[in-house]
């Protein structure tokens, strides 16, 4: 009944349930994984359904509209909550002892640091535990490379834009630099490895290309202001896509979102996002 979030929702994308004898499922985390593992409990068809985030609704890192949906479909939120044991019986999950938590002064992430509230301690029963609180690097592929340098999160660092590490020959991209990210971030870091591989291997110098040296630059400069008045008019706000009902759509798999009538889509295609109200760079 302990299952790891990954673990948890690859056997659900095989088609499987992860473990058919559970029916009370407590997630831990506040990312988008756990959501996922929430959402797609309902979806082989367990009854009992919960979260628990030792933050608040406002500090979740997963995606509002992520969250807002969970809520519909009947997902059980545990704010402010925390597990500290699993309770077992016979090897079997039968529990979490979990502890109330407040919020305390900012952190690192400059997100309010959660307390524990001594004495609050209780039991939430359950048959499922999935812990979706992040993933580690693995860097044992670096062993007898100890001069290879890493951050304290046991990221290796890189130049930004070469994504060299230290060590002239050893380059490095995606969640091992950046920790846990978007599949994109991944994918434009190793393209920008890539370019810089093959230009070592000709020989040519490691420099930043043009549009890197744009990037650092609007980094710096913060272009956008949206409290700003241009003076242009708006544009036409877009259309927003119908769901099925909650109570419909949280015990299946398919496409929840109905879709653009033709009008609609050639609207919505048709909408100009004023490109030049962001920015206009003249080189």
């Not at 088609?15 to 959402?39: K, L, M």
Request: with cysteine; proline share 6%.
């Amino acid at each position: 009944g302990f299952i790891p979030g990954v673990e948890y929702l690859r056997a659900i994308n095989d088609g499987q349930d992860p473990y058919p004898e559970g029916q009370r499922v407590v997630v831990v985390g506040g990312g988008n994984v756990a959501i996922d593992c929430v959402r797609c409990s309902f979806r082989v068809n367990k009854k009992d359904v919960n979260l628990v985030y030792r933050r608040t609704r406002k500090e979740m890192p997963a995606e509002d509209v992520e969250v807002h949906d969970a809520e519909e479909e009947g997902v059980n939120f545990h704010f402010l909550t925390t597990p500290v044991r699993v309770v077992a019986e016979k090897g079997k999950v039968v529990g979490l002892e979990c502890i109330r938590m407040e919020l305390g002064e900012p952190d690192a992430s400059g997100r309010r640091r959660p307390v524990p509230v001594e004495g609050s301690e209780f039991v939430m029963p359950c048959d499922i535990a999935v812990p979706a609180i992040g993933q580690q690097v693995d860097l044992s592929l670096l062993e007898g490379l100890s001069d290879i340098e890493v951050t304290r999160w046991h990221t290796i660092v890189v130049n930004d834009v070469t994504k060299q590490t230290n060590r002239p020959k050893i380059f490095s991209a995606g969640d091992c630099e950046t920790g846990p990210n978007a599949l994109i971030t991944g994918c434009a870091g190793a393209r920008k490895a890539a370019f810089s591989i093959d230009r070592l291997i000709n020989g040519l110098p490691l420099e930043p290309e043009e549009e890197d040296c744009f990037d650092q630059l609007f980094k710096k400069v913060k272009v956008y202001d949206g409290q700003e008045n241009t003076g242009l008019i708006g544009g036409r706000s877009r259309y927003h896509l119908r769901m099925l009902p909650p109570e419909s759509r949280k015990f299946t798999f398919e496409e929840v979102e109905e879709g653009y009538t033709t009008p609609e889509a050639m609207a919505e295609a048709d909408r100009c996002l004023r490109c030049y109200s962001v920015v206009t760079v003249a080189v």
